[in-house]
T-cell receptor, first 110, second 114 residues
Framework: GQSLEQPSEVTAVEGAIVQINCTYQTSGFYGLSWYQQHDGGAPTFLSYNALDGLEETGRFSSFLSRSDSYGYLLLQELQMKDSASYFCAVLSGSARQLTFGSGTQLTVLP | EAGVAQSPRYKIIEKRQSVAFWCNPI?????LYWYQQILGQGPKLLIQ????????DSQLPKDRFSAERLKGVDSTLKIQPAKLEDSAVYLC????????????FGSGTRLTVV
């Protein structure tokens, strides 16, 4: 089966940088995705890494190390609107399904 | 492009009653997923459809849950009879073949079983 681990909570101040780590165990691994979910909202796609290295999209970057089964999401220049839950998810298996972690609640303080 | 539509938005039922949720995916998206998200947890896959066929329903509690996707477009998820532990948000997502890395989710149906 699959398992993912990420911190349950992270707190940071506006303008700061925060890193949310994710370690995983799975078979048939294709890549690692990150989703953002505000309270009461739908999960929305942020990024995807299939290969080792850093992918940058505006203020958000995501990193993957396949050999370490590890990735992280880096959020820069934090804004209040970034307060949300962030989920890592592995794409794996013959059916190419996403399996989600339990999520990290990010609180951005003024 | 219209998003994934789900209804109802909220539902409160008593235990042992039945309930049904509806999902209309993004036009052209062949793959449709139903996820269950319990408060404070990540989404958990219940069933995956490719067009109108089931790809994986290994995590669907088949004694009480059923799902169908008629004509490869809309889908319904049913629970009968409901239990207290079924209280959760039921999320529908869809993706184009080859874009499984990125799902588009609907806003979900929040079910409360009392």
């Amino acid at each position: 089966g699959q398992s993912l681990e990420q911190p349950s909570e992270v707190t940071a101040v506006e303008g700061a940088i925060v890193q949310i780590n994710c370690t995983y165990q799975t078979s048939g691994f294709y890549g690692l995705s990150w989703y953002q979910q505000h309270d009461g909202g739908a999960p929305t796609f942020l990024s995807y890494n299939a290969l080792d290295g850093l992918e940058e999209t505006g203020r958000f970057s995501s990193f993957l190390s396949r050999s370490d089964s590890y990735g992280y999401l880096l959020l820069q220049e934090l804004q209040m609107k970034d307060s949300a839950s962030y989920f890592c998810a592995v794409l794996s298996g013959s059916a190419r399904q996403l399996t989600f972690g339990s999520g990290t609640q990010l609180t951005v303080l003024p | 492009e219209a998003g994934v539509a789900q209804s109802p938005r909220y539902k409160i039922i008593e235990k042992r009653q039945s309930v049904a949720f509806w999902c209309n995916p993004i036009s052209g998206h062949a793959t449709l997923y139903w996820y269950q998200q319990i408060l404070g947890q990540g989404p958990k896959l219940l069933i995956q459809f490719q067009n109108n066929g089931v790809v994986d329903d290994s995590q669907l509690p088949k004694d009480r849950f059923s799902a169908e996707r008629l004509k490869g477009v809309d889908s319904t998820l049913k629970i009968q009879p409901a239990k207290l532990e079924d209280s959760a948000v039921y999320l529908c997502a869809s993706s184009l073949a080859g874009t499984e890395k990125s799902y588009t989710f609907g806003s979900g149906t929040r079910l409360t079983v009392v």
